[in-house]
């Protein structure tokens, strides 16, 4: 990996080897994007060998135990998504710096994006799909804030808002912002992200 | 027939009707969809800048396990011209197959020299993109005596300025979800900004005729202007799907969606303008180019705003092997706004005068907007106190410097009036309005429910807003600002017929005359007095719903409107880390529907603009024509703690709400990056002329002005 690879920084080229269990793959991971460019074009990449074999998995969703197969390199994010059709949580970057994907898993919020599902076993996931839905609940503030408007962030944000207010249930303006900074959202529904936080804590106190 | 004088509902804070299911993460986007025994499909795009495909061979992703169709799209002999440009398509059972199986087409390159930056494309012998140059100059447009004017200017400024081309970043890529339903009919759920056009491209390319072609967008995850169609990627899902006999869906990759999904082209400016003492402009020259990639569209509006009446500009197209420039948020208009207003503001400074003073003398005399910029402009200078602004940097002793900016921005917008909407009153008292137009996080759908709540004295979440479908009456495509302003009236004219109809039904059971009868808080009065229950009344409809369409009328929408911005920053000058403390955006649309919603583009609107002059930026390699930062940690966007004070105001007096309804997506995003880069000129006393306004920009821009 050379200084100038601007992937090095964050060495998050592990999304390319989770995916391909083969030596292409790893070619990604050992070089930037523009030597793997120049590899592929001149034909330098190595023959494709895939090791594939799925694995039946239960994994508890939502209070739900629900079993499908998967590859040990699928991500929880496409197992929910493409295997057990909670399409709640959302892709984007697909690699850990938007948080559209955002679940909760053991209370925890994680990128589901970069989380593998066949780590998840035993563990407790939820997706927003099961929050309440009720006046004082998260999605109600941002439904009254208006803290969405294409909706394709609003998932992850909305997620990330209740792990964080779970935990910080006091919040101040600034506080907010930075719980919520590992979301990205490109119609610029901040300002009534932020209100709806704000009033969801107030909410949650009065209930 | 007018709007309501006293409306209920238009003009109040209408939280929109899709919003739990977005919240709740219960809404199905096109890319949820997942029909019976769908497939995933993927693309295989091109990871170098331009090369001829000597061997294209298939057969090894073919023999791939769960793979059930490849296709070329390319053919062997053909060139790619863009890194990311589309070569070829697979559908697999899973997508982990499909992404192996695209690994393991086998592709021979030969490559070609390419250009990937606007320096590289327009060197002397640079390998041609385009057959004649890769610079196409326009003709030259002049108005007066440019020459002259500069000739008895008092103060001349010459500079040049830049700004990078910028990606669309839709959070849910491009891409659709395609069933064949029969050998001729075509189901695709489309992450589209239209509908129609979206399934009249399906029809023309399968050559069946567009009444079986449905497209349905229910939702979809943002398009700012770069998603009118099916696209190569969504073509190929419906030919995967025809040749595997089973649904296919097909969304672009997030590196593929900021090489080709569209972007905004560059522009680079040199300009030279000059003003005489009294602070009017009397001249300006402009050499400008930009680049859209392989295809042109880079041209923007200069001189903006302002009037110059002795000017003459030539603009050049520059081609490279990058993806295509699609419409972006305003086309044209923010990169046309930054560059008029440094070059206004470095004019102001040198005749020494207040920049907002120089401004409001320079506004074009007959203009309509004119009195709507003065009237805004106080408004904004109170709102971010002005009055507090010092002369270029005077801001403070320390490395800390602050400063304030501001900039005036316009927008046509405006109706396309052969738009349609159905009114169905049910006699089960529910109501639905129709349209195939969409929502693509504007609220359009919720705008549509409002006007027919407040018409039939009902509540807005009474109305079903049937919309995303491209088989009803045609709808506006989502674009230019045009959506509210198209389908307002249309809607209006629909619910008012099929009100009509119904009274004319219910009345003589009233023993009343049909002009006797109004709606209010969900009753029938006659004569001012409540007599029936919506509910009863559309009971009286026995078996037969009420079904009227309602075409476009003159007088409930305009075109045209004005807006101004101010920032404050603070700017280390050792770090050259510039800080927003606030955003003032001042803006008009006319009939503002949903005050809240209306808001929410605003906010919007300034965030993307924020964005433009803080951030972002494609970066492409010049060695080896890729882009390095296709992704969303090294293309850096706003987050929430980059989030300054934003103000937003609505210009909204009897006079503009008389004009009717105008579209507010594009205006309030284009004089963000404007106010911005003269806010950090007067904290630092520099002009930082390359966008955006990134710690390395600025100390260049710093230490240029020491050398
Ligand atoms: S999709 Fe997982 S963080 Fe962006
Ligand atoms: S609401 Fe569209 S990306 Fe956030």
Known sequence: MTDQDPKSRSGSSRRDFLR???????????????????DEATGAEPEVKVLTGEVSLTLKVNGEEKTCKVEPRSTLL??????????????????????????????????????????????????????????????????????????????GFVTACKAFLDKNPNPTLDEVKKGLDGNICRCGTYMGVLEAALAAAKAMKGA | MPWPENPKLIGTRIPRLDGMIKATGKAKYPSDEHPEGMLFGVMLYSPVPHAKIKTLDLKPAEAMPGVKAVIGIVKEGGLV?????????????TEEQARDAVRAIKVEYEILPHVATEPQAMADGAPEVVRGGNVKKGRATSVGDADAGLA????????????????????????????????EKITAWASTQAVGATAAELAGRFNIPVGDVTVLTEVMGGGFGSKFGADVWGIAAAELAQKAGKPVKMFLDRVQEHLAGGNRPSATAKVKMGATKDGKISGMIAETYGTGGISRGAQFPLPYVYAVADNKRTHSDVFLNGGNARAMRAPGHPQGCLIMESVVDELADKLGMDPMEFRLKNLAPNDFRTGIYE????????????????????????????????????????????????????????????????DIGTGARTILAIIAAELLGLKVTDIKSNIGNSTFPPGQASGGSTTTPSMSPPCFAAVSAARDALFKKI??????????LSLADGKVLVKGEAKLDWKDACRKLGMMPINELGKFEEGLSSVGVAGCQFAEVSVDIETGVVTLKKIVAVQDSGLIIDKLTWESQVYGGVIGGLNYGRFEERVMDPTTGVMLNADMELYKLAGASDMPVIVVKAYETPEMKARGVIGIGEPPTIGTAAAIGNAVANAIGVRVANWPMTPINVLNALASAKS
């Not at chain 2, 011209?81 to 059972?93: M, N």
Request: negative net charge; hydrophobic residues 35%.
């Open chain 1, 20 to 38: 391909g269990s083969s030596l292409a793959a790893a070619t990604a991971v050992l070089t930037g994007p523009a030597q793997v460019a120049l």
């Open chain 2, 375 to 438: 009237a805004q402009v106080a408004i904004g200078a109170e709102e971010i106190g002005w009055k507090n602004r010092k002369a270029r940097g005077q801001s403070s002793k320390g490395p800390i410097k602050t400063g304030y900016g501001m900039a005036l921005h316009q927008w046509g917008g405006g109706a396309a009036p052969d738009k349609q909407v159905t009114c169905i009153i049910n006699p089960d008292g529910s109501v639905e309005v129709r349209s195939a137009t969409q």
């Open chain 2, 507 to 516: 009345a003589p059971g009233l023993n009343a005359e049909p002009g006797d």
């Open chain 2, 81 to 93: 011209r863009y890194h990311g440009d589309d070569i070829a398509a697979v559908a697999a059972e």
């Open chain 1, 78 to 155: 496409d197992t929910l998504r493409h295997r057990l059709d909670i399409t709640g949580p959302k892709r984007v970057c697909d690699r850990a710096s938007c948080g559209a994907c955002t679940a909760i898993v053991d209370g925890v919020p994680v990128y589901s994006c970069t989380t593998l599902a066949v780590t998840c076993t035993g563990k407790t996931i939820e997706t927003l799909e099961s929050f309440g839905t009720d006046a004082n609940s998260v999605p109600h503030a941002f439904h009254q804030a208006d803290g969405l408007m294409c909706g394709y962030c609003t998932p």
């Open chain 2, 152 to 183: 008895k200017a008092d103060a001349v400024v010459e500079m040049t300025l830049n700004v990078p081309v910028i990606t669309h970043v839709c959070l849910e890529t491009h891409g659709l979800t395609a069933r064949w339903d029969s050998k």
